[in-house]
């Protein structure tokens, strides 16, 4: 039986010196002098401690038959950061307000080792520091008491290597029980604190003690395993190939996996479902439920009909045309009517088809009847479209659904539903499942519920592929469009689309001369296509099309890494396009004014989300705050917030998704070749309103418009669809 841990003896002293350590598995052996001067020798699992570091001990006295009395360590933390470089780094963290990078240097240059304990019992003293007045000192001391106890969890989680950044997050998560709480069990932050993720909680679970093969590591193990596969855009993962992947991953025994498989399953953390796939299907509980919920919603909603009527003396289709001054082709029609005869449909196809004239008619139709409508999209950009193209005030869901952060969530829910008659969601291939999931269960009984989008173009970027699930399960009304019309024919860029999609090599020009609205420049060498990409948008472009290379024109590359990836093309643009000015630095990363950047995570407290594009107003030095202006609404962010920002001056495909520009350059490179895919070229093209340049390898090209695979995700939504309507 293990000795209890209040049978451990406690000890706290100053490391004199390392004897020993063994590099592989951090054991070490330690030479230290409590605060009474006497030496004594500790053993265990410490890796990260030094000489001249202070720590607390937790063990037992054992007798080695060499080296004779010794304290064995079971856990150890450090008291407080000793090094002058450690005391530096934690003033400056921003933790406390009135010390920067500069004052936290003053002091630690006047005071040295002692620059903790003089803030903490002698405040007074910091008067002999060039710059710290009176009133600073009674911030400094006021902040540094009320910070105590957080001070107490980042001392501890600096000496496992987490960020004051992510400390000052684990602390707001967990209060004055952090230490407790991850001592206890650190792969937790895996799954509880955004950006921490299981590798570094393995890594503290190490320093911790925990062994490789304990079942609490596996079933975090397989959590986060199931949410990189969510990340993917799956919903699940077969069994046996969860299996094999985890057991590689965390170099464990099958029978370790199966063991934490079955405490998950008990737990309800996850579900396996038999019913779709031979193989079991393993997902992450709510993420089963997510789909369960929109299935039954959907089957719901396909068990009304005849809503309302489209052929009433008072409405023909001649007074809708009438007043859209347009004339209805048959299929635009047929969807007129359609929305008027079942309580849920999908409208879909793409460019130059007109979805959005048949918005457009609906609204004319049913807006004349006292009816009320709703028109929503994912993104603000593609609600801002919506609303410019039909006339008819459009929303984001989020906004739709009444998001509230001081609240905790969406208002708008089961309890609390919409109030319309007619809810129009454009941009339906945008939809993720959660997303989905919040907002069909808002949607009343009494609403018609139409889907628009384009399902050829990218699964959206969060987990799922809503819209073609719905279209694929054959149990829900479909509108597929698929008539070009004259005046969108004109366009290279509508052309081009439709061939791309249907697997045709572009058409380089429709007529012999005066400006095109397409091209496509050759080139194999990609040092040349980064070349050509930063003439075009800084001069070319500008020059010849009067186009702003800032606001107007947007870099849309295939992949993040790489000489062609949006992160490089992000600085070749900044240095081109914004290279001077008032910056702040973080990492590798220049955050300079002027600059195009775009929200990367949904943030429900400042209301930016995913793939908002602002340009950076101002930044001030002092507290190292950055105001991002999108569309004319400043927002402020921390140091620690721009994390959830990258350049914007080029961006990915999926990125661009919702979005309109007036003018795109596609870089197309063999280097981008595990991304050359159909979809991917036919959504970086249609986001193009006025322009679209290609640029690299006809070859790289070719094999984008042959590459009909996609990646296929995999959900349960189209079999969940099928089993309700049958049910």
Not at 400 to 426: H, T, W
Request: proline content about 4%; aromatic content about 8%.
């Amino acid at each position: 039986m293990k000795n209890k841990k209040s049978d451990l003896n406690k000890l706290s002293g100053k490391v004199d010196k390392v004897l020993y350590r063994n590099k592989e598995n951090g054991f070490s052996i330690l030479r230290l002098s409590d605060e009474k001067g006497v030496n004594f020798t500790a053993t265990g699992k410490m890796p990260d401690i030094y000489a001249a570091e202070n720590i607390n001990l937790k063990g037992r006295w054992i007798k080695n038959p060499k080296y004779g009395i010794q304290f064995s360590v079971v856990e150890y933390e450090k008291t407080a950061p000793t090094s002058l470089e450690g005391i530096e780094k934690y003033l400056s963290s921003g933790l406390v307000p009135g010390i920067g990078p500069v004052m936290a240097k003053r002091i630690v240059e006047k005071f040295k080792e002692k620059s903790l304990d003089i803030i903490e019992n002698s405040p007074q003293m910091l008067k002999r520091v060039e710059g710290l007045g009176t009133k600073r000192i009674s911030w400094i001391k006021n902040a540094w008491n009320e910070q105590r106890e957080i001070r107490e969890v980042m001392i501890f989680l600096q000496g496992y290597g987490v960020s004051s950044g992510y400390a000052v997050k684990i602390f707001k998560k967990y209060g004055s029980g952090a230490i407790k709480i991850i001592k206890q069990n650190p792969y937790r932050l895996a799954s509880d604190i955004q950006g921490i993720g299981f590798v570094r909680a393995d890594r503290i679970a190490k320093k911790l003690g925990f062994e490789k093969d304990s079942i609490v590591r596996a079933e975090s193990g397989i959590l986060y395993f199931l949410q990189t596969c969510v990340q993917e855009g799956h919903l699940y993962f077969p069994k046996s190939r969860l299996k094999k992947r985890v057991t590689q991953m965390l170099a464990v025994s099958g029978e370790i996996i199966q063991e934490a498989l079955e405490n998950l399953l008990d737990s309800e953390k996850i579900h396996i479902e038999d019913s779709i796939t031979h193989d079991g299907a393993v997902y992450e509980s709510k993420f089963y439920r997510y789909e369960k919920t929109i299935a039954l919603h959907l089957r719901k909603m396909l068990g009304e009909r005849e809503l309302f009527k489209l052929y009433e003396e008072k409405t023909p289709i001649e007074i809708i045309e009438e007043k859209l001054s347009i004339k209805l082709a048959p299929q635009q029609i047929e969807a007129v009517k359609a929305a008027g005869e079942h309580k849920l449909m999908v409208i879909t196809g793409g460019p130059g088809t007109g979805k959005t004239t048949i918005i457009s008619a609906i609204i004319a139709k049913y807006f004349s009847e006292g009816k009320e409508i709703q028109l929503a999209a994912p993104t603000g950009r593609a609600a801002k479209r919506m609303s410019e193209a039909t006339g008819h005030p459009a929303k984001t869901i989020h906004r739709l659904l009444e998001f509230s952060f001081e609240k905790g969530g969406f208002q708008r829910n089961a309890q609390n539903p919409l109030s319309c008659d007619i809810l129009v969601i454009d941009e339906a291939s945008m939809i993720d499942t959660i997303l989905m999931h919040d907002l069909i269960r808002a949607v009343p009984n009494e609403t018609t519920l139409i889907l628009v989008g384009d399902a050829d173009q990218l699964p959206p970027v969060g987990p799922g592929s809503v819209l073609k699930d719905i279209i694929e399960s054959a149990r829900v009304p479909v509108i597929k469009l698929n008539e070009v019309f004259r005046q969108a024919s004109k366009s290279l860029i509508v052309v081009n689309a439709h061939r791309i999609n249907s697997g045709q090599m572009p058409l380089k020009e429709l007529k012999p001369a005066g400006l095109l609205d397409f091209y496509f420049i050759e080139s194999n060498d990609d040092e040349k296509i980064l070349e050509i990409i930063l003439k075009l948008a800084a001069e070319r472009i500008p020059k010849r099309f009067k186009l702003d290379s800032m606001s107007d024109i947007q870099v849309i590359t295939p992949m993040h890494k790489g000489l062609l990836g949006s992160e490089n093309l992000n600085r070749k643009l900044q240095e081109k396009l914004n290279n001077q000015g008032n910056e702040l630095v973080r990492g590798k990363r220049h955050f300079r004014c002027g600059d195009k950047v775009m929200q990367i995570k949904n943030n429900y407290e400042k209301e930016v989300f995913n793939g908002d594009i602002g340009f950076i107003e101002d930044i001030d030095q002092a507290s190292k705050e950055v105001l991002v202006s999108f569309d004319g609404r400043i927002v402020p962010y921390l140091e620690a917030d721009l994390e959830e920002l990258m350049g914007a001056y080029a961006i990915s495909v999926h990125k661009s998704q919702g979005s309109e520009y007036p003018a795109i350059i596609l870089p197309l490179a063999m280097q981008h070749y595990i991304m050359l895919q159909r979809n991917l070229v036919y959504t970086a093209l249609t986001r193009a309103k006025s322009l679209a340049v290609f640029v690299g390898s006809r070859k790289a090209l070719s094999i984008a418009v042959n590459n009909n695979r996609g990646g296929e995700r995999y959900t349960g939504l189209k079999e969940y669809i099928r089993a309700e309507a049958n049910s």
